[in-house]
C-alpha cells in the first residue's frame, strides 16, 4: 500500500486490463492484478489514505499463538458448532480432510456456491465446510442471516463424507491431526492460523490484502495452490484432488511445517522491536 503513490506514478495504477499479469517492478511476486484494491475507493483515495498512514510499522508476528483457544471462542462473531470436532475424531486417516472456510466477511454467488459444492462432491475428498448465514448473495442466501440451502442431491451424494457447519473452532480444527488442506479466502487471521497448524491452502482470494495474501502463499512460500480465476465444478474437484493425494501435497505440508516452525519461534521475539519504541517515546 505504501508504493501506491510510486504505483500511481508509474502508470500501473488505475489498473488496466492489459497489465493484469505484469510483475510489478520492485514487489514481486506480485503482479498488477494482486495489488490491493478496496471497492469504492479510487487510486488517489487510496494515494491520500497512504500518505496519512503513521510510520514506522512493526512485524510483529502471529499474537494468536499468545493466547488461548478458549480466549478465541469467546472472541468469535459466531458460535462455533463444536460437533465438527467429534466428527474429525472419527475419520479413518490422518491428513484426509479439507477444511473449507471463506471467514466470516467474504460472499460467493450462488453460481459460485453451488460449483463449489458439486466440486467437492466430485473429488471423493472428505470435508468440512463452513457455510454461515449470509454468506451466498441471490436466491436462497440473500446476503443476509439465512443459511443458503444445498444444491438439489448434494448430501445424497456426499453422504457421511461431508461436514457441514455454520461456524467453526477454526483454531481447533487447523490443528487436528485430520485435516489435511485449507481452502481459504485468504484473510490474514486465516493465513496465519493455517501456517501456524502447519497446514497447506487452497486459495479464493475476494478482495482487499486478500490477493496479496495469495500470491504469497502460492508463489513465494509455497505452500498453496489457486482453486482457480473461475470457480468451476470439474477444475475444482482436480485441484482438490491435487492438493489432497496428488504428488504436491506431501511437498506443501512439508514446507508447510517448516513455515509453521518460523512463525512459532518468531512470536517469542516478535513484540520486542515495538516494545523498545514504546519505551522510547
Not at 14 to 40: F, M, S, T, W
Not at 108 to 135: K, N, Q, T
Not at 216 to 232: A, D, K, N, P
Amino acid at each position: 500500500m505504501l508504493a501506491y503513490p510510486r504505483l500511481r506514478d508509474a502508470g500501473y495504477l488505475p489498473v488496466k486490463e492489459e497489465q493484469l499479469d505484469e510483475a510489478v517492478p520492485d514487489l514481486e511476486p506480485l503482479r498488477v492484478r494482486d495489488l490491493i484494491r478496496v471497492d469504492g475507493c479510487g487510486v488517489d483515495e487510496m494515494c491520500s489514505f497512504v500518505a496519512g498512514l503513521p510510520l514506522p510499522a512493526f512485524a510483529i508476528g502471529p499474537l494468536h499463538l499468545l493466547s488461548s483457544s478458549q480466549d478465541s471462542a469467546e472472541q468469535s462473531l459466531y458460535t462455533p458448532d463444536l460437533s465438527c470436532l467429534a466428527w474429525l475424531d472419527a475419520q479413518p486417516a490422518a491428513r484426509s480432510v479439507l477444511y473449507v472456510s471463506l471467514g466470516s466477511l467474504a460472499c460467493v454467488d450462488r453460481g459460485v456456491f453451488e460449483e463449489m459444492a458439486w466440486g467437492l462432491a466430485g473429488s471423493g475428498v472428505p470435508f468440512l465446510w463452513v457455510v454461515r448465514p449470509g454468506s451466498v448473495t441471490g436466491t436462497g442466501g440473500g446476503g443476509g442471516e439465512e443459511v443458503p440451502p444445498l444444491p438439489d442431491g448434494f448430501n445424497e451424494e456426499v453422504r457421511n463424507r461431508g461436514k457441514i457447519v455454520t461456524w467453526a473452532p477454526q483454531r481447533e480444527v487447523l490443528a487436528h491431526a485430520a485435516i489435511g488442506a485449507f481452502w481459504t479466502h485468504c484473510g490474514w487471521n486465516s493465513i496465519l492460523e493455517s501456517v501456524c497448524g502447519g497446514v497447506p491452502m487452497l486459495v479464493q482470494p475476494c478482495f482487499a490484502d486478500q490477493m496479496v495474501n495469495a500470491r504469497y502463499v502460492t508463489r513465494e512460500w509455497g505452500v498453496g495452490m489457486e482453486v482457480g480465476e473461475e470457480i468451476e465444478r470439474e477444475t475444482v474437484a482436480k485441484v482438490v484432488t491435487k492438493v489432497m493425494v496428488g504428488e504436491d501435497g506431501p511437498l506443501m505440508r512439508e514446507k508447510a511445517r517448516r513455515l509453521q516452525m518460523q512463525a512459532s519461534a518468531a512470536t517469542s521475539s516478535a513484540m520486542d522491536g515495538l516494545v523498545q519504541y514504546v519505551l522510547s517515546l
